[in-house]
Every structure is written in structure tokens, then in C-alpha cells.
């Protein structure tokens, strides 16, 4: 068996630790390992090494090449709230040499403080501003302005200050042109609203129209935007010949929060989506949210993140969510209070987006009820670009 051993690595003035850890993951060098720092050879040939990121995008790939990726998703809201109770506020009580007589956190502050104060991943802040409110507590009761102080969702602004996030929705009714789509952040899961409208009047000339981008979007997003737009353009020539508008108007298409960059393949049928309810004047089906990529034949391709954004979904009470038909079984693995009062839609082209969207009955309360899990996908399967 393999002895295992914690080692830390302190990088000195100079030398690269990706070089290093390059050399030192190498089977057939790291059994004579000379770090180069103290100039002591090392044998490493049964060493574990552990490396933590938290994104493996910046890791070289000769070095992802020689590890084993394990990748590990965020908690979710029912998570954070078991981990503080059972942990986290018998922990700061204790430290803050507080009784059960002295202090009570009702779930609902606790609910309240994981929505609105801590939406990382970990539970590093939630545990900081528990902390938080019991030294506070302990501040009242050594100067005996309270015997005993009970932290309700009213209170909780006296003990942290007022919330970090305020609100998940920018809107309640999303109008023509205007489509819900979700993102994975550094934070974990986050709606991500699409934008599109009319930048100038035609002016009744026929000619080619244009369009621009907003909102600090990376190249990968700028290419989803290009491929929606033809695929757009070429569906609404099949399902309405007569509408000229996509090829005809001056539009500008905006992902709001412009000073947070936006980059990554998973809004190219959120923004198709946005383009054709524009085109159509026509607002999609309300509490839908809808995460994939395009091809530029319309094939669905599918997306990572599909926890945490489900996650945001739920969390701003979307009903409805359309995913890529080939991210069912990442769906399936998700537990069950996750998936619970959810109607879940897989499609595999951007024909069935539309049907979904655009659906006669998409306003009825019918289909605002939760529903079992739902299959479109159709025969030919989504290719990889």
C-alpha cells in the first residue's frame, strides 16, 4: 500500500509551481527529485499529492494530463442549512461562551442569511457571519442589555447589516425580446437574462440590417450570439417567410451587469430564443429558463453546471427549465428535493425549444404546474463542436 503524506510547497522568489509540480508528477522522475530551493534530492515516487482549484481552466494541460479530476459541486441552500445547524452554531456558541439559554437562531434567519448574505459555494462565509451574530449576542448579554436574544428574519439586519443580494429577477413578466437563461458562476448557479431590441428605425429602406453586443462578453459568447443569430434568422424564414425582421432591423443584444465578465458555451439558445420572440413580438411562456448551446444547424449541445443551475432556477421560483437533451443524465443524479416541483423539458434541436416557448397554451395555468420530467428529444442526436 501507498504511504500517503500531506506535503506544502511554499513557492520561493523564483520558479514556476506549475513547473515544479510538472517534475514531480512525473513517474519516471520524481523518484530522484531534486528541488531545486534547498538543493536536496527528494524521492516522491509514494507520495499523494492533493491539489485544490477553484477553476481548472488556468491548470496547464500537461498538468491536468497527469492528474485525476475530481470535480466537486457547491452545497445547495438544504445543505448550508443542516451543515449550520448541526455544526456551524453549536460551534460559534461554544467560542462565544454562550448557553442555549442565551441565544436562539430560528431556521428562517438561517434560510434568510444563506439567500441574501452567503450564495458561495462553501460555507465559509455563512460560518463568519454566524460567528458574527453570536459575538454580537455576547456583547448584549456581558453588558446585560439582554438575558436572552432570539435572531429572527426581522432582527437578523441588526446583527449583519443589509443583505448582499437583494434580488435574483430583473423581471417579473419578461416581455418580447427578453428570455431567462442560467449561468454557473464562481458563486455557484445565477439567472442570466438576455437581452434584445430594436437599436435604430429601419427608416423604410430595405437593406441589410445589423447588430451589436453589450454586457462584457468573452469571445466564446460572442460566437454563441453570431451562430444564434443565423440559426434564428434561418428558422423563422422556415416557420414564417414573410418576416424579414431579423434580416432587416438594426438590433442590439445585451447581457445585463456589464462589469461582470461573460464568457462560456451556454447561452446560444437562450439568446436564439430571445431573437425569435423579438422577430415574433411575442413574449415566450413566463417562468421559463432554458441553459445549452447551439450548432449552427440547431442542434442542442449540451452544458456543464447543471446542478448549480438548477439550483438559481428554484431559487427565483422558475416552474418550467429546458435542458440539452444529452444533460439528462446529470439531471438524474441530482437529489430529489432539487428536481421536486420542477417541469423539466430535454431537447435535442431548437425545434423543440420553440414548441416549448411558443406553445398556443403557453399561458394557461395549466402548464404552469409542475409536471414528470419531459422528453423531445427527436431521433438525430446533438454533435459536439
Same mark, same amino acid.
Request: proline share 5%; with cysteine.
Given at each position: 500500500?501507498?504511504?500517503?503524506?500531506?506535503?506544502?510547497?511554499?513557492?520561493?522568489?523564483?520558479?514556476?509551481?506549475?513547473?515544479?509540480?510538472?517534475?514531480?508528477?512525473?513517474?519516471?522522475?520524481?523518484a530522484n527529485f531534486l528541488d531545486h530551493y534547498?538543493?536536496?534530492?527528494?524521492?516522491?515516487?509514494?507520495?499523494?499529492?492533493?491539489?485544490?482549484?477553484?477553476?481548472?481552466?488556468?491548470?496547464?494541460?500537461?498538468?491536468?494530463?497527469? %492528474?485525476?479530476?475530481?470535480?466537486?459541486s457547491g452545497y445547495v441552500a438544504e445543505e448550508?442549512?443542516?451543515?449550520?445547524?448541526?455544526? #456551524?452554531?453549536?460551534?460559534?456558541?461554544?467560542?462565544?461562551?454562550?448557553?442555549?439559554?442565551?441565544?436562539?437562531?430560528?431556521?428562517?434567519? #438561517?434560510?434568510?442569511?444563506?439567500?441574501?448574505?452567503?450564495?458561495?459555494?462553501?460555507?465559509?462565509?455563512?460560518?463568519?457571519?454566524?460567528?458574527?451574530?453570536?459575538?454580537?449576542?455576547?456583547?448584549?448579554?456581558?453588558?446585560?442589555?439582554?438575558?436572552?436574544?432570539?435572531?429572527?428574519?426581522?432582527?437578523?439586519?441588526?446583527?449583519?447589516?443589509?443583505?448582499?443580494?437583494?434580488?435574483?429577477?430583473?423581471?417579473?413578466?419578461?416581455?418580447?425580446?427578453?428570455?431567462?437563461?442560467? !449561468?454557473?458562476?464562481? %458563486?455557484?448557479?445565477?439567472?442570466?437574462?438576455?437581452?434584445?431590441?430594436?437599436?435604430?428605425?429601419?427608416?423604410?429602406?430595405?437593406?441589410?440590417?445589423?447588430?451589436?453586443?453589450?454586457?462584457?462578453?468573452?469571445?466564446?459568447?460572442?460566437?454563441?450570439?453570431?451562430?444564434? %443569430?443565423?440559426?434564428?434568422?434561418?428558422?423563422?424564414?422556415?416557420?414564417?417567410?414573410?418576416?424579414?425582421?431579423?434580416?432587416?432591423?438594426?438590433?442590439?443584444?445585451?447581457?445585463?451587469?456589464?462589469?461582470?465578465?461573460?464568457?462560456?458555451?451556454?447561452?446560444?439558445?437562450?439568446?436564439?430564443? !430571445?431573437?425569435?420572440?423579438?422577430?415574433?413580438?411575442?413574449?415566450?411562456?413566463?417562468?421559463?429558463?432554458?441553459?445549452?448551446?447551439?450548432?449552427?444547424?440547431?442542434?442542442?449541445?449540451?452544458?456543464?453546471?447543471?446542478?448549480?443551475?438548477?439550483?438559481? !432556477?428554484?431559487?427565483?421560483?422558475?416552474?418550467?427549465?429546458?435542458?440539452?437533451?444529452?444533460?439528462?443524465?446529470?439531471?438524474?443524479?441530482?437529489?430529489?428535493?432539487?428536481?421536486?416541483?420542477?417541469?423539466?423539458?430535454?431537447?435535442?434541436?431548437?425545434?423543440?425549444?420553440?414548441?416549448?416557448?411558443?406553445?398556443?397554451?403557453?399561458?394557461?395555468?395549466?402548464?404552469?404546474?409542475?409536471?414528470?420530467?419531459?422528453?423531445h428529444a427527436s431521433s438525430a442526436q446533438p454533435?459536439?463542436?
Open positions: 500500500m501507498l504511504d500517503s503524506h500531506w506535503i506544502r510547497f511554499v513557492s520561493g522568489h523564483q520558479g514556476d509551481p506549475a513547473s515544479a509540480l510538472l517534475e514531480m508528477l512525473d513517474p519516471e522522475q520524481n534547498l538543493d536536496v534530492p527528494v524521492d516522491l515516487s509514494k507520495v499523494l499529492f492533493i491539489c485544490t482549484a477553484n477553476v481548472i481552466d488556468t491548470i496547464p494541460e500537461p498538468l491536468r494530463d497527469r %492528474m485525476e479530476m475530481i470535480d466537486m448550508k442549512l443542516a451543515i449550520a445547524k448541526q455544526y #456551524l452554531v453549536p460551534q460559534a456558541r461554544t467560542e462565544s461562551g454562550l448557553s442555549k439559554e442565551q441565544i436562539s437562531i430560528q431556521d428562517n434567519a #438561517l434560510t434568510a442569511l444563506i439567500k441574501s448574505y452567503c450564495r458561495e459555494s462553501g460555507v465559509r462565509s455563512l460560518q463568519k457571519h454566524i460567528e458574527k451574530v453570536h459575538r454580537k449576542v455576547a456583547f448584549k448579554v456581558v453588558k446585560k442589555e439582554a438575558d436572552k436574544v432570539d435572531i429572527t428574519m426581522d432582527n437578523l439586519q441588526d446583527f449583519v447589516g443589509k443583505p448582499v443580494f437583494t434580488h435574483d429577477r430583473m423581471y417579473e413578466t419578461t416581455p418580447p425580446g427578453v428570455v431567462m437563461g442560467l !449561468a454557473w458562476t464562481a %458563486m455557484g448557479g445565477s439567472t442570466l437574462f438576455i437581452e434584445s431590441t430594436i437599436r435604430k428605425p429601419t427608416g423604410g429602406k430595405k437593406a441589410e440590417g445589423t447588430f451589436e453586443v453589450t454586457g462584457h462578453l468573452g469571445d466564446v459568447m460572442k460566437e454563441s450570439i453570431h451562430i444564434a %443569430m443565423t440559426v434564428a434568422r434561418n428558422y423563422l424564414k422556415q416557420e414564417d417567410p414573410s418576416n424579414t425582421f431579423l434580416y432587416d432591423s438594426h438590433l442590439h443584444i445585451h447581457v445585463p451587469e456589464g462589469a461582470t465578465p461573460k464568457d462560456g458555451p451556454s447561452a446560444g439558445m437562450t439568446i436564439g430564443t !430571445a431573437l425569435l420572440s423579438l422577430a415574433k413580438n411575442q413574449a415566450i411562456r413566463q417562468d421559463v429558463a432554458m441553459t445549452g448551446e447551439l450548432s449552427l444547424m440547431g442542434k442542442v449541445l449540451p452544458v456543464g453546471g447543471i446542478k448549480e443551475k438548477v439550483i438559481a !432556477a428554484k431559487r427565483v421560483d422558475v416552474k418550467c427549465i429546458i435542458l440539452p437533451e444529452e444533460n439528462k443524465k446529470d439531471f438524474n443524479d441530482l437529489p430529489k428535493y432539487i428536481t421536486d416541483g420542477l417541469e423539466v423539458h430535454f431537447v435535442s434541436t431548437f425545434n423543440d425549444v420553440y414548441s416549448i416557448c411558443f406553445s398556443e397554451t403557453n399561458e394557461t395555468d395549466s402548464l404552469r404546474s409542475a409536471k414528470p420530467v419531459t422528453d454533435t459536439f463542436g
